[in-house]
């Protein structure tokens, strides 16, 4: 059976389980509410793949750029420009997006539940 020391591991584990499947879910709604903003379907978050290209299609106006993703080392700097495009094609500046890329909890949201409209691919 466990000791006291092994139970308190699991219970760790489950807690750390639960709060990462709470934290996932919060950004398939955040970014639900974002693709809806924008006029594309908001299912398209929970498609792995896809729902990047949708987001480089709300971004920066051409959906395949999602395939420099899979360019190693390339795929941070396509990234960190992801966010800031997000940004300005929401009328938000790079400041914004230094926001996404470092505090996305917090930043998202307000992306996806504040007054801020879709102005298109800046």
Do not use: C, H
């Given at each position: 059976m466990y000791?006291?020391?092994?139970?308190?591991?699991?219970?760790?584990m489950g807690i750390y389980v639960v709060v990462l499947l709470a934290i996932a879910?919060?950004?398939?709604?955040c970014?639900?509410?974002?693709?809806?903003?924008?006029?594309?379907?908001g299912w398209a978050s929970i498609i792995p793949f896809y729902n990047y290209y949708v987001l480089f299609?709300?971004?920066?106006?051409?959906?395949?750029?999602f395939?420099?993703?899979f360019i190693p080392v390339a795929?941070?700097?396509?990234m960190i420009i992801l966010w800031v495009k997000?940004?300005?094609?929401?009328?938000?500046?790079?400041a914004f997006a230094i926001g996404l890329l470092f505090l996305p909890i917090i930043f998202?949201?307000?992306?996806?539940?504040?007054?801020?409209?879709?102005?298109?691919?800046?």
């Open positions: 000791d006291s020391y092994e139970s308190t591991i699991m219970a760790a879910v919060f950004a398939i709604v970014m639900w509410k974002i693709f809806t903003k924008a006029g594309q379907p299609e709300i971004a920066w106006g051409n959906g395949l750029l395939l420099l993703m795929n941070f700097v396509v997000l940004s300005q094609s929401f009328g938000y500046s790079a998202l949201p307000i992306l996806a539940f504040g007054s801020s409209r879709y102005i298109g691919p800046q």
